[in-house]
């Protein structure tokens, strides 16, 4: 990660080749795969100190089986002098083959079908449809056209609404729908669930009410369940590999690996142990820029969450990730410009250029820039996809004015508070050697801060050594170890509070 | 209220800028020519607040009735007639708060297209100058000018006439028929601010009396504290008046009244004599008990006088006249309320030694702490909200459309506890939550001597259409302690919100309760949105069940409910018994 003016840091990470730092001759590093739609990265940790001893990527071989390109990027490391990657823990994330494709089938859109889309979105999901009660007579044909690897099967609070979900059940069944469920309605239904589900031969898994009353939404129990259901199911019916090993390897899907790192940087990565103790980020946000979609992940304090989406039926979670699928870098860069237009980001001349710049990418997505034109351009996009896909992560003030009194509603997160700001994805690891400094200054600036609740002046932090699905992967099994790769790696950037 | 309004903002921005109005008001006031009341002349003095003053610094204590009639001729014979009587009677009478008729707060021009009230009319010059001369008593022009529409003109005429104590500044949140402008009804108010700025320097005093405006309706003497700071920062630090705060009316625990009258004095850096303390207006029995109401009377202005004897304020003191529940008082109850207070000073002079200040000052400091964390909550909270925290105009109207309940929501400084009605554990509890309270316990004791419903299993959504929020507390709270599983969405909550949620809980009943003219309206919305889902619970509604129908404003609209198959309910004890026939004697759910 380099930080404001580190322009002169050196790259860790030369693709296609592996690399090396800091000379440690180390034994069995523990190694983190991220097997992305594009590109197939590799992170070796020293299993001690938790220090980044090497990394690595290949494009991904999802044309004959991922655990080619994964061999590949293991030599590269082995060739750059980490000999012994692969021998001790490897562990996996994956977003390939389309990542993990959830519909929501719920009673109330505003209700538990909002609270299971918050989950799914948390759980590293893309929902590809939501069927609601109101849309209930198509639901098998829906969730069929969707291509689901998960439903998440939601509706009434404990002890409320059992007719829907039991109803949906049965339609499941029936309809020999495919992929697996995840049952987290109302528990009083479970049993007739369970049985119509049973009855279909359909696999299916049970986790808590994603809403088991109102103004509570069960993030973790479901979240663990619908991991599960990844491991077991999802990545074994995407046929990615024919080897036994992925499926030891992969563990989550990557959005969810790169969520608990951004637990892991908010939350603090103090060690009451030892001297090198950090503060950590406090409440951030992470902006991840790709060539199809910008996701966005925020850590509020609770406080700050309770009063976001305050009198909202369904509160938001202290940690919440969204996903804006036009904005991206190649295959969606022209509503990306459009949108920012919209928002008079962009104007005129500058517009137009980057309109241009929009639709070559869109032509051909696979494009890498020759040029410093086409590298600056790049990075021009990104900065507009990180202010846009912001703005629609952050929430809205209104006032109702009303003969009784002003009626405050609040719509999304609060994200004012926020001053730090992480930005990872290809672009910023290609351009880890320009000077970042600003790269958001002014961004916010002509946002109606009465309404738009958009951070002010943010620091930013660019992940260009691409660690934190990798310390996030590394978090679920050890902690501390991800403390340490984090803190070995970045730690000098979060501790600097003067940008 | 301006409506249609700008959506997503509290404040307009094409606003005029407050200070250019305060100094608009002291150029207008400059050119009206000063007159000294009878009042003032007859002792000596300049004006009424230095004749106060002089009372408080010697130990005199004045006292103060409110009274009006029809006109100015039908007050001031009475007046005179009262006050004759206490030469007889041995009572003094110094002040008198004017009562208009709503009507004054509007434009001469609309004053004679609105419905009539009871209250006073000023018809003429003449009448304004009388009211300064014909009697030798400081009136008060309090009611229906700061914060109403006629704010300069009324300002103009009480200044013309030499009123000493002009307000009243706590009736910024008032509406009035005929008018809907609430930005030109607040620059009207700082302009007047500024008229009676400009004659500081001739005794002439900015008034409040609190209690007709938010405080009467705040949970937390501390929240009351902080908006009388608030109003303090607006008339004093912005504006530059002379501000005085009387209280007393929903104050019905001496401890509580004493306390937060010295309270208020903290506050009062100036040392400017409040005009009066108010009689408790809350504690008398429905029932038409004038000797027990005189007792009550006694009991509350008696503390009054101890605090004024040990700790002067110059404010005057009021004794509630014994049928102020019922009726407006006649002259004889008026004569009456003066002997009990001549009566109470004279007790209080000769037991003031048995007086033990400690736990009432021990309690003023609790209020005085809140009541600045609160201000200052309340300012930051404003400035987030965009609102220029210099700018008096921005200030009345920003707090003015956020509204009094909603502010100490947002700003109350307690612990958080859902157990009460705003969210949080008020800090010094007022008397209208105590009572609110104790209301809770009066309706289900009352439900358990008639054998009480066991509504165990029975699910109920409760919400309200609007801001209010005391029935739907009570509503919540005694069903649950009824047994059922209440799932309580609190106030501003929309129709089809509402139904969501009957329909996820799979809810018996839903009870909703409306106070804001709407009540047809709001029936067929909810039931429309239930039946879109294929649901139907039991509805119920409660609250004032009015709207406005074709001929007639404001109607009752409970049989028009009730057709429609929703069950209007006048009180909570009639909703229980529709709950006991309809899930308990008959069958358990309609689902």
């Known amino acids: 990660m380099s930080g404001l003016g580190l322009g002169s840091e050196r790259r860790v990470l030369d693709a296609p080749g592996g690399s090396r730092p800091g000379g440690a001759d180390l034994i069995s590093p523990d190694l983190l795969v991220d097997f992305g739609s594009t590109f197939t990265k590799l992170t070796a940790v020293a299993p001690g100190s938790g220090a980044l001893v090497g990394s690595a990527q290949h494009r991904t071989t999802v044309e004959s089986d991922l655990m080619d390109g994964f061999g590949a990027a293991l030599r590269q490391l082995q060739a750059a002098g980490v000999a012994a990657a692969g021998a001790g823990t490897v562990l996996g994330c994956s977003s390939a083959g389309g990542g993990l494709r959830v519909a929501i089938i719920g009673l109330e859109r505003d209700l538990t079908a909002e609270a299971a889309k918050q989950v799914a979105l948390n759980s590293g999901g893309r929902i590809v449809t939501i069927v609601t009660r109101a849309a209930s007579g198509s639901l098998v044909p829906q969730v069929a056209r969707s291509a689901a690897d998960l439903i998440l099967l939601v509706g009434g609070t404990d002890g409320g609404d059992e007719a829907f979900v039991v109803e949906a059940a049965r339609s499941l069944a029936s309809g020999g729908v495919g992929p697996p469920v995840v049952f987290a309605g109302n528990t009083s239904a479970r049993a007739q669930v369970a049985a119509a589900l049973d009855g279909g031969r359909v696999v299916w898994r049970s986790a808590p009410n994603v809403l088991p009353e109102i103004g509570r939404v069960e993030v973790d129990g479901v979240q663990s369940v619908i991991r599960e259901a990844f491991i077991e199911h999802v990545i074994k019916g995407k046929r990615l590999s024919a080897s036994d090993r992925f499926r030891q390897i992969v563990a989550l899907p990557t959005p969810d690996a790169v969520l608990e790192a951004v637990k892991l940087m908010a939350a603090g990565l103090a060690s009451p142990a030892g001297p090198e103790g950090l503060a950590g980020a406090g409440e951030i946000l992470v902006v991840d820029v790709g060539g199809a979609t910008t996701d966005v992940y925020s850590c509020l304090s609770a406080g700050n969450a309770a009063s976001s989406r305050s009198g909202s039926l369904v509160p938001a979670a202290p940690v919440a990730r969204t996903v804006e699928a036009d904005l991206g870098l190649r295959w969606s860069a022209e509503s990306l410009v459009a949108a920012a237009r919209e928002l008079r980001l962009v104007t005129g001349a500058e517009a137009d250029r980057l309109a241009d710049a929009a639709l070559q990418r869109v032509a051909d997505p696979g494009l890498v820039p020759q040029t410093p034109d086409q590298a600056h351009d790049d990075l021009a996009l990104a900065r507009l996809a990180v202010v846009v896909a912001i703005s629609r992560h952050a929430g809205r003030d209104r006032v109702v004015l009303t003969s009784a009194g002003a009626d405050f509603r609040r719509t999304g997160r609060d994200v004012r508070g926020i001053r730090t700001v992480v930005l990872t994805g290809g672009v910023f690891r290609a351009n880890a050697g320009s000077d970042l400094h600003g790269f958001l200054n002014g961004a916010f600036d002509h946002f109606d801060r009465r309404r738009e609740l958009v951070p002010a002046q943010v620091r930013v932090i660019v992940d260009s050594r691409y660690i934190l699905a990798a310390a996030g992967l590394l978090s679920a099994r050890s902690p501390e170890r991800a403390r340490r790769l984090v803190l070995t790696t970045y730690g000098e950037f979060l501790r600097r509070t003067d940008d | ?553 404001s109607a009752d609209v409970s049989a028009q409910l009730e057709q429609l198959g929703i069950t209007a309910c006048p009180t909570l004890q009639v909703m229980v018994q529709g709950l006991r026939e309809r899930f308990v004697t008959g069958p358990v759910s309609t689902r």
């Open chain 2, 1 to 553: 209220m301006t409506d249609p309004f700008e959506p997503g903002t509290l404040l307009p921005d094409d606003l005029p800028n407050g200070m250019d109005l305060v100094r608009a008001g002291r150029e207008r006031a400059e050119r009206i020519p000063e007159v000294q009341l009878r009042y003032a002349r007859e002792r000596g003095v300049a004006s009424d607040r230095a004749y106060k003053e002089r009372c408080r610094d010697s130990g005199v204590l004045t006292t103060y009735i409110n009274l009006g009639y029809k006109t100015w001729a039908e007050t001031r014979d009475v007046l005179r007639s009262v006050q004759a009587r206490g030469r007889a009677l041995g009572y003094g009478l110094d002040r008198v708060s004017l009562i208009p008729d709503r009507r004054m707060g509007l434009p001469p021009d609309l004053r004679e297209r609105a419905l009539a009230e009871t209250g006073l009319m000023m018809y003429t010059p003449q009448d304004w100058a009388g009211a300064g001369q014909d009697v030798d008593i400081a009136p008060i022009w309090n009611d229906h000018n700061l914060g109403s529409p006629a704010a300069v003109v009324n300002t103009e005429a009480a200044l013309s006439a030499g009123f000493g104590y002009v307000g009243n500044m706590a009736q910024h949140n008032y509406g009035y028929p005929l008018w809907d402008d609430d930005v030109t009804q607040m620059a009207r108010t700082v302009e007047a601010m500024g008229m009676i700025a400009q004659r500081k320097a001739s005794g002439t005093v900015l008034e409040a009396y609190i209690e007709d405006g938010y405080c009467a309706g705040f949970h937390d003497l501390a929240t009351s504290l902080g908006w009388c700071m608030f109003h303090r920062h607006v008339v004093e630090d912005l504006v530059g008046a002379a501000h005085s705060q009387s209280y007393g009316s929903t104050f019905q625990d001496p401890l509580l009244k004493q306390a937060f009258g010295l309270a208020l004095q903290e506050i009062n850096v100036h040392g400017v004599p409040p005009s009066f303390t108010h009689g408790d207006t809350n504690s008398f029995s429905p029932d038409g008990d004038f000797d027990r109401n005189a007792a009550i009377v006694f009991n509350d202005v008696y503390y009054t006088a101890l605090r004024e004897l040990s700790f002067p304020s110059g404010g005057a003191l009021h004794a509630t006249p014994v049928s102020e529940a019922l009726r407006i008082p006649t002259e004889d109850e008026l004569v009456q309320s003066l002997v009990i207070a001549s009566e109470a000073v004279n007790r209080a002079r000769s037991t003031i030694s048995l007086m033990d200040w400690r736990p009432v000052l021990e309690l003023r400091d609790t209020i005085l702490a809140g009541g600045k964390r609160f201000f200052a909550k309340l300012m930051a909270g404003l400035q987030a909200l965009g609102v220029d925290t210099a700018d008096p105009l921005q200030l009345i109207l920003a707090t003015r459309r956020i509204g009094g309940s909603r502010m100490e929501e947002l700003f109350g400084v307690g612990e958080p506890d859902s157990s009460y009605p705003r969210g949080f554990t008020p800090v010094v509890p007022t008397d209208t939550v105590r009572r609110l309270m104790s209301n809770v316990n009066v309706v289900l004791r009352d439900l358990r001597e008639r054998g009480a419903p066991d509504l165990s299993g029975l699910r109920v959504v409760t919400a309200s259409g609007d801001i209010h929020e005391y029935g739907l507390f009570v509503v919540s709270k005694v069903l649950s302690d009824l047994g059922a599983k209440v799932v309580d969405l609190g106030t501003s909550m929309s129709s089809p919100d509402i139904a969501k949620v009957a329909v996820e809980t799979a809810a018996d009943v839903v009870a909703v309760s409306t106070y804001n003219g709407m009540a047809l309206s709001l029936g067929r919305q909810l039931l429309d949105e239930l039946h879109r889902r294929n649901v139907a619970p039991a509805v119920y509604l409660g609250g004032r069940l009015n709207e406005d129908l074709e001929g007639e404003s």
